[in-house]
Nanobody, 126 residues
Framework: QVQLVEFGGGLVQAGGSLRLSCAFS????????MGWFRQALGKEREFVAA????????YYANSVKGRFTISRDNAKNTVYLQMNSLKPEDTAVYFC???????????????????WGQGTQVTVSS
């Protein structure tokens, strides 16, 4: 059984930065694509970023492109989300998710992901 635990959320001022981490355990990390999603209060969950098992393919929502960077360290079983130039509209609970995908791609669809973390709150003040 895969377990995902997110770290790094918090309160930051607009324009600031945060780095989220997601620790993966229970299976072989390097055959899972990983994704980050977020859900703001009263809104539906939305895709943020995804990365293939090798790290060679990355995908971003238009709203975060150029500001957020997803990366992974397969030796540490960890995926990261570096968030720069944060805006109040980035405020949400951020979830990492794992998708068993030996092919070197990743999906942006939440329903395709097999495992989810518990989420970490990111709050950006104006």
């Amino acid at each position: 059984q895969v377990q995902l635990v997110e770290f790094g959320g918090g309160l930051v001022q607009a324009g600031g930065s945060l780095r989220l981490s997601c620790a993966f355990s229970g299976r072989t990390f390097s055959i899972y694509a990983m994704g980050w999603f977020r859900q703001a209060l009263g809104k539906e969950r939305e895709f943020v970023a995804a990365i293939s098992w090798s790290g060679g393919n990355t995908y971003y929502a238009n709203s975060v492109k150029g500001r957020f960077t997803i990366s992974r360290d397969n030796a540490k079983n960890t995926v990261y989300l570096q968030m720069n130039s944060l805006k109040p509209e980035d405020t949400a609970v951020y979830f990492c998710a794992a998708d068993f995908k030996p092919s070197n791609i990743a999906t942006t669809l939440g329903d395709d992901y097999d495992y989810w973390g518990q989420g970490t709150q990111v709050t950006v003040s104006s």
